[in-house]
């Protein structure tokens, strides 16, 4: 990898794919969801997911290149990380609120990406692609803004429960 260029088709391949993997494992945490209003979160973001894997395509097709068989091994870790963590049988409360956490850290991890990506398109003067990006990030921002408010609630509808029977 020589170019900032090559970089960029790099990060855009990794986010691509990351995209992939998130819009497969929506659908199994809006299952999992004990919550009705955060299963409905779920399903929408995976209709934004499928939304960002076009803005991707198009910014390829912008550049006139293909995704790169990258794997985003950051959402590849945390998708092993929820599968480890269903062999310890947590009850279904206690699965919603890890399962918060782990989206919590994806969007983390997008929207980190997506800053970069944005900064490095404009950079180089793909302006298409930067508004493309930036779309993607400002849907990732509200995600996070959302995931934040459900594990606070969920969080205290928890422990108000389990003070309430073990007093």
Do not use: W
């Amino acid at each position: 990898m020589q170019t900032p260029l090559e970089l960029f088709l790099h990060e855009l391949s990794d986010m691509y794919d990351a995209e992939k993997r998130i819009a497969q494992t929506l659908p199994i945490l809006a299952n999992e969801s004990t919550d009705q209003q955060l299963k409905d979160a779920y399903q929408q973001h995976e209709a934004e997911t499928q939304h960002h894997i076009q803005n991707l395509d198009q910014c390829f097709q912008e550049l006139g290149k293909q995704p790169s068989s990258t794997t985003c091994y950051a959402i590849a870790g945390l998708k092993q990380e929820h599968d480890a963590f269903l062999k310890e049988q947590p009850t279904p409360e206690i699965l919603s609120l890890f399962n918060l956490g782990c989206a919590a850290k994806t969007e983390a991890y997008e929207i980190v990406s997506y800053k970069g990506l944005v900064e490095k398109a404009a950079a180089m003067g793909y302006n298409k692609c930067a508004q493309l990006l930036q779309e993607n990030l400002g849907q990732e921002e509200e995600m996070a803004r959302r995931i934040e408010q459900f594990a606070q609630r969920l969080s205290k509808t928890k422990v108000t429960s389990q003070q309430k029977s073990s007093g």
